[in-house]
């Protein structure tokens, strides 16, 4: 059973910059794709990112170009959000999983989630 601590939410304002990070325990070993998920009130959970044990990365359209999924072991996952805009304002949520490639934006393919962090842009 993988557990998932995510950390570094905040308040930054519009073109501002913050960076998660998601430490990871128990359970790594299976070289689990790590995601990151975001949720604003009232809407639906959204796909935000993903990377592979392999290092190989998927982003939604809405961040591409503006955020950076990485990882520096098996164990700790970052997001790095940059150019930030107030529709990315929403808890942001790590995830961990074993998704085949059709389903990796689905947060049902996922198995397991931290507590979420919030983000707030706004000025």
């Known amino acids: 059973q993988v557990q998932l601590v995510e950390s570094g939410g905040g308040t930054v304002q519009p073109g501002g910059s913050l960076r998660l990070s998601c430490a990871a325990s128990?359970?790594?070993?299976?070289?689990?794709?790590m995601a990151w998920f975001r949720q604003a009130p009232g809407e639906e959970r959204q796909f935000v990112a993903a990377?592979?044990?392999?290092?190989?990365t998927y982003y939604s359209d809405s961040v591409k170009g503006r955020f950076t999924i990485s990882r520096d072991n098996a164990e700790t996952v970052y997001l790095q959000m940059d150019n930030l805009k107030p529709e990315d304002t929403a808890v942001y949520y790590c995830?961990?999983?074993?998704?085949?490639?059709?389903?990796?934006?689905?947060?049902?393919?996922?198995?397991?989630w931290g507590q979420g962090t919030q983000v707030t842009v706004s000025s």
């Open positions: 990377i592979r044990w392999y290092s190989v």
């Open positions: 995830a961990a999983g074993f998704p085949i490639l059709s389903s990796l934006r689905t947060d049902s393919s996922y198995r397991n």
């Open positions: 128990g359970g790594t070993s299976g070289r689990p794709t």
